[in-house]
């Protein structure tokens, strides 16, 4: 064990796969020479050398493209997009290739797609973007959001064995602000499986990425034993442990930072609706971003992505309920 | 830690056409852990008895219908794990008087006079109070709380939004207990909770339950019972019974199966028992007779391509009677045959017989011969228009005529067949064909033929 921040234990994690298995290699703009735009990859070029730390061109369409016919020749790439946002250009590979492939002609495709998301930093509407639901509508694809550290780790490892595409949504604002004691042996976060990050009787939080630490400060300031459920992946989810803690306490908020409308947080809720109704003692809630682009302003943006002070209040109004 | 939501066990749906079934016994009692598909309880319906697995592992919480009891299909019969076993405790009022099963109660209403037999309840359950402003909505899984237990939400002071029941006021009024004025309404509610089955009498609703004379005991019938009752007497109703005879000498099968008895029970496990010949012997036999494997459907004569053969088997218990169907018998051979019975009549006691094993028999033989009976007169499967019995085999003195046509007495083993049909489609002189026929293909069974 050691104390590692969120993105050193991504790094670990990627470097100890690539060491294990020659067929692991990394993609991506600025991965090699510059280390990546957030450095999870300094240091991989001198290691592996250039054949698998592969600097692409400014093409993210390439990059998917490539990475998806490398996977069916049976290599295990795994690609980065320098902001998840960025994504959007590589859908028809990853949408139309990468995640039918498998179910149409029974090819495995190993990708792991690596996606710096979340806002918090005045990054503006092309860098700020949690598209998580997007990817989790599509049948095929597999999407993995940790909070912590270790699950940082655990789950890029889980990510790069599996035989399918991973979307692997790295939280921005996580990366150097979290640290955590990371186990220094190889270890697998199993996908599908939630964490309870603080048990509590009174009510529930169920969320993901960075909005785990957010409820977290939140929990303190209200007069209630609250639950926390990091979902940690949100397709597949674990529904099992989110209908146990709804049957708990009986009041559910959903928190989720990407927009409101069509966000996952409206499958979970609706999830809890349709299987625990009767042990519901209040409607559950969704917080959420606002259906809006992400704004520069920093005020904005703090009116925009649900803070401390949301959650607290609608963590009160489930209470008083 | 969470409790899981409670499984319930429902009276399962055994075939399309049976609407109810009777439970005879309870595997598991209230408290004991079962696990998924271990046997939890025994169900008796009008076509077959059967076990029912339990649908999850956990503790049983709650028994909602006791043995005995006749409930429709779909009822809820226990439940599985979940918060009701851990919660039942407080839900019991204090120490009063056991109330009747919420089944016999409602059985017994109709029962004006039964009613004495019971202690009536203090008084009638109160309408509902008024809620006040506020109160009015309860949230699911206080409903769902408040109707286990037996409670009014309107009596719960309410802490939520508005002076709403929250899921901690109506908890917090359980661990408490009921107020003294609450405990004449809850026992009401005891009795007669929400979530109680409709109940199903399992004698005939007209009849009077009539207390038992002196030196007499009365059990209710089983579901069985009931179906056999109802089925004899209406097929006693619906054909015309006519019973022909014949003797056969069993002889040459007596000795083939001597010999095969052996072969087929080293190399196949199987023992070729006499039904199995005379099963095989009389499918050949039903081949020329179309009549006899037929029916009468409305006023259409039916015939059919196939014989689905079936055996009547006597339970272990004595009490009861079913008839396994072995479908397309005419495609089995003798060592099929043999087979086919083995398999029906052991599944038949196991209870593990399906709907489908027991229904769309075209003709069937009973076998009362085991008990040494050499004649009897067996009543018709509806709709078939034909029964077989046979009986037993002995050793008689018998006349025989040697090759040069003289006759003499030999000891041989002799059986008696007996044919029972319809008479409204199978006249005298077809049912007499029909045996000599079997009675030829017995006589001369050659080792080769089957």
């Given amino acids: 064990m050691s104390e590692k921040t969120y993105l050193q234990a991504i790094s670990d994690g990627l470097r100890e796969e690539m060491r294990r298995d020659k067929r692991v290699f990394v993609l991506g703009e600025d991965v090699g020479v510059y280390g990546g735009a957030f450095k999870v990859t300094l240091g991989f070029q001198e290691e592996f050398g250039p054949w698998r730390v592969l600097d692409m061109p400014l093409s993210e369409t390439a990059i998917m493209g490539g990475a998806t016919g490398a996977a069916m020749m049976g290599l295990r790439p795994v690609a980065e997009m320098q902001f998840a946002d960025f994504v959007s250009c590589a859908w028809d590979h990853l949408v139309t290739v990468a995640a039918k492939q498998r179910w149409r002609a029974g090819t495995p495709v190993p990708i792991v797609l690596r996606l710096p998301s979340g806002g918090g930093f005045s990054g503006g509407p092309f860098h700020s973007q949690n598209p998580e639901s997007s990817f989790a509508h599509i049948p095929g694809l597999k999407c993995v959001c940790p909070a912590t550290p270790e699950d940082a780790k655990g789950l890029i490892t889980a990510a790069i064995e599996d035989p399918n595409p991973v979307l692997f949504f790295e939280h921005k604002h996580l990366y150097r602000r979290i640290k955590g004691e990371v186990p220094d042996e190889r270890y697998v976060t199993p996908i599908g499986k939630a964490r309870i990050h603080a048990e509590g009787e009174d009510v529930t939080v169920i969320t993901w990425g960075a909005m785990v630490y957010t409820a977290e400060e939140a929990a303190k300031a209200v007069d209630a034993s609250v639950e926390i459920v990091d979902l940690r992946t949100i397709m597949p989810w674990d529904k099992q442990a989110v209908l146990d803690s709804a049957r708990k306490t009986s009041k559910v908020l959903v928190l989720h930072e990407d927009t409101r409308t069509g966000g996952f947080g409206g499958e979970i809720a609706a999830t809890i609706a349709e299987e625990a109704f009767e042990d519901l003692d209040a409607p559950v809630r969704r917080l959420a971003a606002p259906d809006c682009p992400v704004p520069f302003s920093p005020v904005l943006e703090k009116a925009y992505i649900p803070q401390v002070d949301d959650v607290v209040r609608a963590l009160k109004e489930l209470i008083e309920y | 830690m969470a409790t899981g939501t409670a499984v319930e066990v429902v009276m399962p749906q055994m075939g399309v056409s049976v609407s109810e079934g009777t439970i005879t016994k309870w595997s598991k009692q209230v408290g004991d852990q079962v696990e998924a598909d271990e046997t939890l309880l025994e169900i008796s319906t009008d076509k077959v008895d059967t076990e029912v697995p339990s649908p999850a592992s956990g ?392």
């Fill in chain 2, 59 to 450: 503790v049983v919480s709650e028994i909602l219908v006791q043995e005995g009891q006749t409930v429709e299909v779909g009822t809820v019969l226990a439940r599985i794990g979940g918060e009701a076993g851990a919660a039942a405790p407080a839900a019991e009022p204090a120490p009063a008087p056991a109330p009747e099963p919420a089944t016999q109660e409602a059985a017994d209403e109709s029962e004006a006079a039964a009613a004495e037999v019971a202690e009536p309840p203090a008084q009638p359950a109160e309408p509902v109070v008024p809620s006040e402003n506020g109160k009015s909505f309860v949230s699911p899984v206080v409903a769902r709380i408040a109707s286990e237990h037996g409670i009014d939400p309107s009596q719960v002071p309410g802490t939520g939004a508005g002076g709403r029941v929250t899921k901690k006021d109506i908890q917090a009024f359980i661990e408490a207990g009921p107020p003294a004025s609450m405990k004449a309404s809850e026992n009401v509610a005891a009795a007669a909770p929400p979530a109680a089955p409709q109940p199903t009498l399992a004698s005939t609703p007209s009849q009077e339950p009539q207390a038992p004379g002196e030196g007499e005991t009365l059990e209710p019938m089983s579901a069985m019972r009931r179906g056999i009752a109802d089925h004899m007497r209406r097929s006693l109703d619906t054909s015309a019974h006519v019973t022909s005879a014949i003797e056969v000498d069993m002889s040459k099968v007596v000795a083939i199966r001597a010999k095969l008895k052996k072969e087929y029970e080293s190399a196949y496990g199987v023992n070729p028992t006499y039904l199995a010949f005379i099963a095989r012997a009389t499918v050949e036999t039903l081949r020329d007779y179309p009549w006899v494997n037929g029916e009468l459907r409305g006023d259409q004569i039916v015939t059919k391509n196939f014989v689905n053969l079936g055996f009547a088997v006597e339970l272990a218990d004595g009490k009861g009677l079913i008839v396994p169907v072995v479908r397309n018998a005419e495609t089995l051979n003798l060592l099929g045959m043999a087979k086919a019975i083995v398999d029906i009549a052991k599944r038949a006691r196991d209870k593990q017989l399906t709907p489908d094993d027991v229904s769309g028999g075209s003709f069937t033989i009973t076998n009362p011969g085991g008990y040494g009976t050499f004649h009897g007169t067996p009543v018709i499967s509806q709709p078939q228009a034909g029964i077989l019995g046979t009986y037993a085999i002995v050793k008689r003195p018998w006349v025989i005529t040697d090759e040069n046509g003289a006759d003499a007495i030999a000891i041989r083993s002799i059986m008696n067949l007996t044919l029972t049909y319809d008479h409204r489609l199978v006249d005298g002189a077809l049912a007499g064909r029909f045996l000599r026929d079997l009675r030829q293909r017995l006589q001369t069974w050659g080792e080769s033929d089957y």
